[in-house]
C-alpha cells in the first residue's frame, strides 16, 4: 500500500519570498510522484511529474520538486512567490500495478497564502 | 482542445432525490475516474473504469453508482442512499501506465437542500 503525508495544511509567505511545500511518501514499490494545484472552486492542474528519471524536476509556473529517495520526500519549491501561486497543493503517488490501473492517492493538501 | 468537461457546475438536491453528474472526455483516455472532495480534505475514490462496460468500487462507493457505455461518457448518480453527499465532486481521465497523472475536469458543486 502506498500513502502520502503533506507536512503542512497551510502555508503563508510574502510575495517574492521562497516557498517550500512538504511532502512525505509511503511505497513499497518504485513511485511516480506528482504536484498538483487547484485553484478556488477548479479542478486539478498538473504542476509536476518524477518518473524514475531526474531526481530534481522542473515544472509550469517556476516551481520544482526534488525527489530524495533516502528521505522518502518530494518537496515543492518555488524561489519567488507570485499573488497567482495562491491555492491548495496536492502531493500525489502512484504505484504501478497495471493490473489493478493507475490508480493516485493524494495527500490531504497544502493551502497556500500570499501576502502582498 | 482536447479536455474534461464536467456539468453542471452547481447542482442542488433535495432529500431523498437521485442526481447524475456528468462527465465527458475527448482525450481518448481509456481510464476515467470520480473522486469526491470535502473541505480541508484530499480527494478520495469513488469509481474508476479502465474499458468501457468496466468500472471498479473505489475507497467510498457506498451511495453511489456509475456507468461506462461509451469511452468518453462516465456519469456518476448520487443516489438518496448517500447520507451525506454535499460535496466537491471531480472527474478525471487518463491512459493507463505508471507515468502519466491525470486531467481532472472542473468540478460539480452538489449541495443537499
Known amino acids: 500500500a502506498q500513502s502520502v503525508t503533506q507536512l503542512d495544511s497551510h502555508v503563508s509567505v510574502s510575495e517574492g519570498t521562497p516557498v517550500l511545500l512538504r511532502c512525505n511518501y509511503s511505497?513499497?514499490?518504485?513511485?511516480?510522484l506528482f504536484w498538483y494545484v487547484q485553484h478556488p472552486n477548479k479542478g486539478l492542474q498538473l504542476l509536476l511529474k518524477y518518473t524514475s528519471a531526474a531526481t530534481l524536476v522542473k515544472g509550469i509556473n517556476g516551481f520544482e520538486a526534488e525527489f530524495k529517495k533516502s528521505e522518502t520526500s518530494f518537496h515543492l519549491t518555488k524561489p519567488s512567490a507570485h499573488m497567482s501561486d495562491a491555492a491548495e497543493y496536492f502531493c500525489v503517488v502512484s504505484v504501478g500495478v497495471r493490473a489493478a490501473g493507475n490508480k493516485l492517492t493524494f495527500g490531504g493538501g497544502t493551502r497556500v497564502l500570499v501576502k502582498p | 482542445d482536447g479536455g474534461i468537461t464536467q456539468s453542471p457546475k452547481y447542482l442542488f438536491r433535495k432529500e431523498g432525490q437521485n442526481v447524475t453528474l456528468s462527465c465527458e472526455q475527448n482525450?481518448?483516455?481509456?481510464?476515467m475516474y470520480w473522486y469526491r472532495q470535502d473541505p480541508g480534505q484530499g480527494l478520495r475514490l469513488i469509481y474508476y473504469s479502465q474499458i468501457v462496460n468496466d468500472f471498479q468500487k473505489g475507497d467510498i462507493a457506498e451511495g453511489y453508482s456509475v456507468s461506462r457505455e461509451k469511452k468518453e461518457s462516465f456519469p456518476l448518480t448520487v443516489t438518496s442512499a448517500q447520507k451525506n453527499p454535499t460535496a466537491f465532486y471531480l472527474c478525471a481521465s487518463s491512459t493507463p501506465g505508471l507515468f502519466w497523472g491525470y486531467t481532472f475536469g472542473s468540478g460539480t458543486r452538489l449541495t443537499v437542500v
Open positions: 511505497s513499497s514499490y518504485s513511485p511516480s
Open positions: 482525450l481518448n483516455h481509456d481510464a
